[in-house]
């Protein structure tokens, strides 16, 4: 008997050891397909088909390259914020100008990493969510998160027009 209560005990700490490795970045959001098909975020709807002034004026088409309607995102966010498409983000004086006028807090991307870092390691799950990849994401971030539907009466109540909020759920603010 004494035996099978040292196996036990020695199964145990072995599951808890596993289960409290530091170094480990937490995964909070566990999100898999169960089947093999296409991924359908990954699918982008291309721009538009537009006839052009001159036939002749068309670029060669090149078999696997890009397409004229091809979506660019990047190229659309520097266009969206009032740069100058092709110039790169580094290249647009006026757009790094736009985006800075506050101040810029240097090595912000590192000190926004380790700070999210902690967040996730601070709400990693507890054992059996991390053994069964329970999705802890949300009541990690839930104190930063925006409440959308006190947000659209906040906008409202100071006569804003505001576009609708999908229905709140039941226990949610109404």
Known sequence: MRKAQVILAMAIATMLSACGDRNVTPQLMN?????????????????????????????EPTPGGE???????????????GGRPG?????????????????????IRTTLANEDLKV?????????????????????YEDQSLDQH??????????VRTPSAPPPKDGENK
């Open 150 to 159: 006190a947000e659209v009466w906040r906008w409202r109540q100071r006569g």
């Open 87 to 107: 110039a790169g983000a580094g290249a647009d004086a006026g757009l790094v100008n736009h985006a800075t006028r506050y101040g810029v807090a240097s090595g």
């Open 31 to 59: 999100i898999r397909s169960s089947t093999a098909g296409p991924d359908e975020f990954s699918i982008v709807p291309p721009k538009a088909l537009t006839m052009p002034d001159d036939l002749a004026s068309l670029p």
């Open 120 to 140: 996730r390691r601070d709400n990693n799950g507890r054992i059996l969510e991390r053994l069964f990849h329970v999705n802890v994401y949300y009541r990690a």
């Open 67 to 81: 397409n004229l309607t091809d979506p660019k995102p990047e190229e659309d966010a520097i266009i969206a914020l």
